[in-house]
């Protein structure tokens, strides 16, 4: 009887150790499986926005870009961050009484996006805090997250050991750095001795893209005067060793498909034949008037949408003056506008004051964008509205296309109050006006809807600001153009 119930007893122990056995099995597999890494290649705009604050006043400039992903979490902390630097420029400017008008702050914050794969996402925001010509900050700052699981991801996520990691990407960053011929002793010695002082937290960041793993080290730390970031790739090929063993390595040769890589790698007069905007038949008699509304800043992921519908109800134009920051992001409106008939302006690469730029980097930031806009829409750029409308003499002589003004200005950035902006533009509005909006407000897209349904009511017709300088009838290159003479 007791043997009975020992050989029962082993049997079920046996049995429940057996069940447990397949269960461990189980959660390993699960657990390998859901930890599985693959460096894979995807479009890096896919499920990305962009957004941006533009801000002017006589005590400072400024201008700063940020993503908005899928993840609301992720966008918070980035928003926080970004918000950081926004108080900051306005609580240091408080007591501040300019003494002239270059007297000035100046917040450009730019970003870079890379992805290892859907969900492992790098932002590499680059911030430039200037008075006057002098850097107050210039710094990098990266963030990497996982967009499936709310978190950021770090080194440790993919390698091993971090004793041996951190050890070979230091030597590999000096190795690198040693090598470069074409910074000086001084710099290098300095950038090593940053290294080896700080080990690994010791580079300012790092981000993840499908091929390469970035370190980056900001010189502005050696000196003021250096403001460039050093970005050391290294090749996931060449630390396969180092990675954690559910990484898989996907080769493939497939090219990213973002426009800025495209403009500053590829373009090389594939373009000879100028090619503008078709333009949309506005049937015009003597008798009428005509107005052209603009819109700076944008596109804007949610509003510009919206103003196209409006236009293309009422079988109108209008012209977008667009940031070269934010072509990536929005390939499909800005086809959407040409095939409405609308025209795409130039307002600069990321809206520096261009004023105070070189001649070479003026040229760069108008040349880009004009760049981008044929590669994406397959046209060319006709007019150029530089940011703030600032222009001088330099910059009418360097930039070969009309430089587009305008005047009637609604202050629409800085009034909110979307009644307030029709009202202003709708009294003001007459036969050969040229409007001032920005797509990137909410006020200012509810503000451009009631201004079309009420100049349309008044007998206004809308043409771009191109058709606009057609009818002026007289050679525009280099002029400031701001509404049609009378
Ligand atoms: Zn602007």
């Not at 899928?70 to 408080?94: G, L, S, W």
């Not at 925001?125 to 210039?138: A, L, R």
Request: glycine share 2%; proline share 2%; aromatic share 12%.
């Amino acid at each position: 009887m007791i043997n009975k119930i020992c050989l029962y007893l082993s049997e079920k122990i046996l049995n429940i150790i057996f069940i447990f056995c397949i269960f461990m099995v189980c959660i390993s597999l699960i657990k390998i499986y859901s930890n599985k890494i693959i460096f894979e290649y995807i479009n890096k705009f896919e499920d990305i926005n962009i957004d941006s604050i533009m801000y002017t006043s006589d005590k400072y400039d400024m201008a700063v870009y940020y993503p908005i992903t899928n993840n609301a979490k992720i966008n918070n902390e980035i928003n926080n961050m970004i918000k950081k630097y926004v108080c900051r420029i306005k609580k240091d400017t408080a007591y501040f009484s300019p003494k002239d008008k270059d007297d000035k702050f100046n917040l450009l914050i730019e970003y870079e996006v890379k992805r290892l794969n859907k969900n492992i996402i790098s932002f590499i925001f680059i911030v430039n805090y200037t008075y006057k010509d002098t850097f107050i900050e210039s710094n990098i700052i990266t963030k990497n997250y996982n967009l499936k699981t709310d978190k950021e991801f770090g080194l440790e996520q993919l390698m091993t050991d971090k004793q041996i990691y951190t050890d070979f990407l230091c030597n590999h960053a000096i190795n690198v750095i040693t090598k470069n011929k074409k910074i000086s002793e001084y710099k290098k010695n300095w950038l090593i001795k940053d290294i080896h002082n700080n080990l690994l937290d010791n580079f300012d960041g790092y981000s993840f893209s499908n091929t390469h793993l970035s370190l980056y080290l900001n010189t502005n730390k050696i000196s003021l005067e250096y403001t460039n970031i050093y970005e050391i790739k290294i090749p996931w090929k060449d630390i396969k060793h180092l990675l954690k063993h559910n990484i898989y390595l996907r080769d493939d040769n497939k090219k990213t498909d973002d426009v800025a890589s495209k403009v500053f790698n590829e373009y090389e007069n594939k373009y000879d034949d100028i090619l503008y905007f078709p333009a949309f038949n506005v049937d015009l008699s003597n008798a009428d008037k005509v107005i052209a509304l603009t819109f700076d800043d944008g596109p804007h992921y949610k509003y510009t949408e919206k103003i196209l519908n409006h236009l293309e109800k009422n079988n109108s134009v209008a012209t977008f003056f667009v940031l070269g920051t934010k072509i990536d992001y929005s390939k499909e409106l800005l086809n959407r506008m040409v095939s409405l008939g609308c025209e795409i302006g130039n307002h600069s690469y990321n809206h520096k004051l261009l004023t105070k730029e070189t001649d070479d980097e003026v040229i760069n930031q108008i040349e880009s964008v004009n760049t981008a806009i044929k590669i994406v829409t397959g046209y060319d750029i006709r007019a150029v509205r530089p940011p703030y409308g600032a222009s001088n003499e330099k910059m009418n002589r360097i930039i070969d296309k009309p430089i587009v003004l305008w005047n009637i200005d609604p202050q629409d950035w800085k009034c909110k109050d979307s009644t307030k902006i029709k009202n202003h533009v709708v009294s003001k509005a007459e036969n050969g006006s040229i409007v001032l909006l920005h797509d990137i407000y909410e006020s200012s897209c509810d503000a451009t809807i009631m201004i079309i349904d009420e100049l349309i009511s008044k007998g206004f017709k809308f043409v771009t600001v191109s058709q606009m300088l057609d009818l002026q009838n007289e050679d525009t290159n280099g002029i400031i153009f701001t509404h049609k003479k009378q």
